[in-house]
């Protein structure tokens, strides 16, 4: 079919049918080929190859595919002891039900919803077939959670015979075949807007974002669509007058930094559409980690950052312990709605050191603590290599050389006293409210 098709161009006055796929030769309001409306057309849309794709209503389009006479009805998943919504449909959506409401609210906006509880292993089978058939157009897939991931679709036009473009509408269109749920997808030249296109027009949706356009297009958007912006840093950036990403633009890049430390350096960037960062496909590189269940949760960064830095801790003992060294830093986090997040972060050399792991995981840390309750907290290191590179002394950064030294001396006091004998700032006398792990907690 597409061997006998015309090579897509980019004009802004064609574009293609999301339905059937068809060319479209003129600017119309439905397809020239089978009628739909559903038409994707945008200026760069065939120069574009970064995605982001996200599936609607994920729980609650699994439970509405495998029972069709909830189709019109409102389905709420959630439930259980912690009585808050995970999941709502749209139809319960636009009645007011929202993720992470506790349930008798819910039930309050929306009294005939249908409300299931979350069946976890029927979700991440289903997700892991989703994510199979976006591993089948791209090696670099990026999965963000159980229902979300980046790909990189660049260089792989002579593979599929298209651009990215309409092999993201063609997956788009497989899954409500094959899977039965559906998806929107936010395509542009990088992740930061690939992630802000996904959420534009959902569900079903297929939003682009253009180089062109991506100053104007951030101009008026609120402060808090940057990432890392969460409610706390929101309201810093109002006390200083600033609410909306196009103030940011006019801002210097030191003026940002003075202000706001590292943070200022990404405000810069990503106010205005600079997002360098690659798609890291999913490996299966082993990691060493430490995680723990809170017996109550937890929201604050205060009161987790005493259970990060033991975990830390963990894993470098066991790192130490097997002369290994890992390369990237991962955070993971389990929401009160049983949601889990992971974020990640390649470090410049592989570590083994408590005090990097820490360091890095508190910046994934204060990105994630926006109010957001949480029921478990994990820190671990991947991209695991020997650990006779690891740890370069660092010239730029004294600082963290001396620490580097001060954590080899605490290890041997360790080694010699047992591993209570020398508690960090961190762990001692901070009143935490989470259970500490043991130390044989996987
Ligand atoms: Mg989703």
Redesign the pocket.
């Known amino acids: 079919m597409f061997a006998s098709m015309p090579t897509p161009v980019n004009d802004p006055t064609q574009g293609f049918c999301r339905d059937c796929l068809g060319l479209q030769r003129a600017v119309k309001q439905r397809c020239e080929v089978c009628g739909s409306p559903r038409l994707a057309r945008h200026a760069e849309l065939y120069d574009l190859s970064l995605a982001h794709i996200?599936?609607?209503?994920?729980y609650a389009a699994v439970e509405k595919r495998d029972r069709p006479e909830l189709r019109d009805r409102p389905v709420i998943i959630g439930g259980g002891k912690r009585g808050v919504v995970s999941t709502a449909c749209y139809i319960a959506r636009i009645r007011g039900v929202r993720s992470a409401m506790p349930m008798f609210k819910a039930l309050e906006a929306c009294p005939d919803a249908v409300v299931i509880k979350p069946d976890m292993e029927k979700y991440v089978a289903v997700g892991r077939q989703v994510r199979a058939m976006m591993q089948a157009l791209t090696p670099l897939v990026e999965p963000i959670s159980i229902?979300?991931a980046f790909l990189d679709l660049a260089g792989t036009q002579k593979l599929h015979g298209r651009p990215p473009a309409l092999v993201l509408a063609d997956f788009a269109r497989r899954v409500e075949r094959e899977v039965g749920i559906t998806v929107s997808v936010g395509l542009s030249y990088c992740k930061f807007l690939a992630k802000v296109a996904s959420d534009m027009a959902k569900p079903r949706g297929f939003s682009v974002i253009g180089d062109a356009e991506a100053l104007s297009f951030l101009a008026d958007k609120p402060v808090s669509l940057i990432w890392g912006v969460g409610k706390a840093f929101e309201a810093t950036l109002a006390e200083g007058g600033i609410r909306t990403i196009g103030q940011l633009q006019t801002m210097e890049r030191n003026e940002l930094l003075r202000r706001y430390g590292t943070m200022g350096d990404r405000l810069h960037r990503l106010s205005r559409g600079q997002d360098e960062r690659q798609v890291h496909p999913e490996h299966d590189a082993k990691s060493v980690s430490a995680e723990t269940t809170f017996d109550k949760d937890l929201a604050t960064f205060d009161d987790l950052v005493p259970i990060l830095r033991a975990l830390s801790e963990q894993v470098s003992a066991r790192l130490k312990k097997s002369g290994i060294a890992g390369r990237t830093v991962v955070l993971k986090l389990k929401s009160a709605d049983f949601r889990i997040k992971t974020r990640n972060r390649q470090l410049a050399d592989a570590t083994r050191l408590a005090d990097r792991i820490f360091a890095t995981g508190l910046e994934l840390l204060r990105r994630e603590t926006d109010g957001t309750r949480y029921r478990l907290l994990g820190i671990g290191v991947s991209d695991l290599s020997d650990d006779g590179r690891a740890d370069p002394p660092d010239l730029v950064d004294v600082q963290s050389r001396k620490r580097a030294l001060a954590e080899g001396a605490v290890d041997q006091l360790r080694a010699k006293f047992g591993g209570k004998a020398v508690e960090t700032g961190y762990t001692f006398g901070r009143g935490s409210r989470g259970r500490l792990p043991r130390p044989d907690e996987e």
Do not use: Q
Request: aromatic letters at 14%.
């Open positions: 996200d599936c609607d209503a994920f229902d979300e």
